[in-house]
């Protein structure tokens, strides 16, 4: 027999090993939307210039205009206003490389969050404090990983960069802030 498992709008998929066959429908949409889990901001910084060090904040003030106040790409690229990077995936970069921990600044990213997964916001829009960002993209390692990280660097942020956004609602965001998943926030 035969399990027919079917995602709304989507084709059949047959799963073996089933008794009866039947039907379940998942509104892949309404999965998407669901993310009761949150986050909290861990580390914030700038970039005031393109090879300049980071300077790490409590507090930033998000705009739509410019993104992160006082950051290298203000106002310069609307797709790519901030860059994100989980807490967890900083551990697993630093397993790789065989440190006991990872500077958070040497990855160049503005925030760390820590408890959610951020790739989950994809086509999707979340809440950082005040501000409401919209993911972009992933944020892809650069050679510059090698130049901070060491010999390996590169290859081991391959998968754990990160995202990108851009501001859709201005606020501050804060060290401490709650990140959250805005349902159906992508919908105009």
Not at 120 to 135: T, V
């Amino acid at each position: 027999m035969h399990f027919q498992f079917r995602i709304a709008g989507f084709k059949t998929l047959p799963l073996e090993g089933t008794r009866h066959f039947e039907r379940a429908t998942i509104n892949l949409k309404e999965m998407k939307n669901t993310m009761p889990q949150t986050g909290t901001v861990r580390w914030l910084s700038v970039r005031p210039e393109s090879r300049a060090p980071v300077q790490p904040l409590n507090e930033v003030a998000a705009t739509t205009a410019h993104g992160l106040t006082g950051d290298h790409y203000d106002g310069t690229n609307g797709n790519r206003q901030v860059t994100l990077i989980q807490a967890e995936h900083l551990q697993a970069v630093a397993a790789i490389l065989r440190m006991s921990t990872l500077d958070p600044g040497l990855t160049r990213r503005n925030i760390v969050v820590a408890g959610i997964n951020l790739l989950a916001f994809s086509e999707q829009q979340f809440q950082i404090g005040e501000a409401i960002l919209e993911m972009t993209g992933e944020c892809r390692p650069c050679s510059r990983m090698e130049e901070n990280l060491g010999p390996g660097g590169y290859n081991a942020m391959r998968g754990h960069g990160g995202i990108t956004a851009r501001v859709v609602k201005s606020g501050k965001i804060r060290v401490g802030d709650v990140v959250r998943l805005i349902p159906g926030g992508n919908e105009q």
